[in-house]
């Protein structure tokens, strides 16, 4: 069971906003930055938001991210069939001294 | 381009050892901090370690301390990865990944730990 906790699943349909969430404590996400990643299946993961709220070049400024208190959240709008995978938030605790990952959330666009 | 390239994964028996490389490419190697982090069949993301730019500071996820080490060759922009007394649970795609973002991500390379 992941430290980070993320709904295992969500589903929506294309052209909706689906929303992502990731909840920690003050060890992690209250007090360290959060990053999310992509991973569609047999490929590695890819960063879409970091520092919580950040996109990398060329993300789509349909991805966003936010946090608050011990909270992060992904949000994703317009949501389109090439969105279907895995993701993942990570962030550092400074009380376990580990990177630790959510155990992720299987997006389903219907 | 960044790139950053795994090696060394196999099929090994439980209680053995084996090497993981990380060659690294298209980026100042020595100014930043590098991460292992497994993915097993089906399963999530696990961070198995973390090293500092200078190599001096290594953290290690409880799951493989004592068991694994991470090093790194800054002339050489590489990665290394020991893992000593593997277990199945080892079992998994590991990945070398830069910066603590996690910024850029090999492809990874599979370790079977079966008899």
């Given at each position: 069971?992941s430290?980070?906790?993320?709904p295992?699943s969500?589903?929506?349909a ?5 929303t ?10 209250g007090?360290?930055?959060v ?10 993961p ?12 060329g993300?789509?400024?349909r991805?966003?991210?936010s ?21 993942y938030c990570g962030?550092?605790d400074?009380s ?6 959510g155990?992720g ?6 | ?10 099929l090994?028996?439980p ?18 901090e ?12 696990e ?13 290690y ?8 080490r ?11 990865l020991?893992?000593?007394s593997l ?7 590991y990945?070398?990944v830069?910066a ?6 090999g492809?990874?390379t599979?370790?079977?730990?079966s008899?």
């Amino acid at each position: 069971q992941s430290v980070l906790t993320q709904p295992p699943s969500v589903s929506a349909a294309p052209g909706q906003r689906v929303t992502i969430s990731c909840s920690g404590s003050s060890s992690n996400i209250g007090n360290n930055y959060v990053s999310w990643y992509q991973q569609f299946p047999g490929t590695a993961p890819k960063l879409l938001i970091y520092d919580n709220n950040k996109r990398p070049s060329g993300i789509p400024d349909r991805f966003s991210g936010s946090k608050s208190g011990t909270s992060a959240t992904l949000d994703i709008t317009g949501l389109q069939t090439g969105d279907e995978a895995d993701y993942y938030c990570g962030t550092w605790d400074f009380s376990l001294s580990a990177r630790l990952f959510g155990g992720g959330t299987k997006l389903t666009v219907l | 381009e960044v790139q950053l390239v795994e090696s060394g994964g196999g099929l090994i028996q439980p209680g053995g050892s084996l090497r993981l490389s990380c060659a690294a490419s298209g980026f100042n190697f020595s100014k930043y901090e590098m991460n292992w982090v497994r993915q097993a069949p089906g399963k999530g993301l696990e961070w198995v370690s973390h090293i500092s730019a200078s190599g001096r500071t290594v953290y290690y996820a409880d799951s493989v301390k004592g068991r694994f080490r991470t090093t790194r060759d800054n002339a050489k922009n590489s990665l290394f990865l020991q893992m000593n007394s593997l277990r199945a649970e080892d079992r998994a795609v590991y990945y070398c990944v830069r910066a603590v973002t996690g910024d850029y991500w090999g492809r990874g390379t599979l370790v079977t730990v079966s008899s």
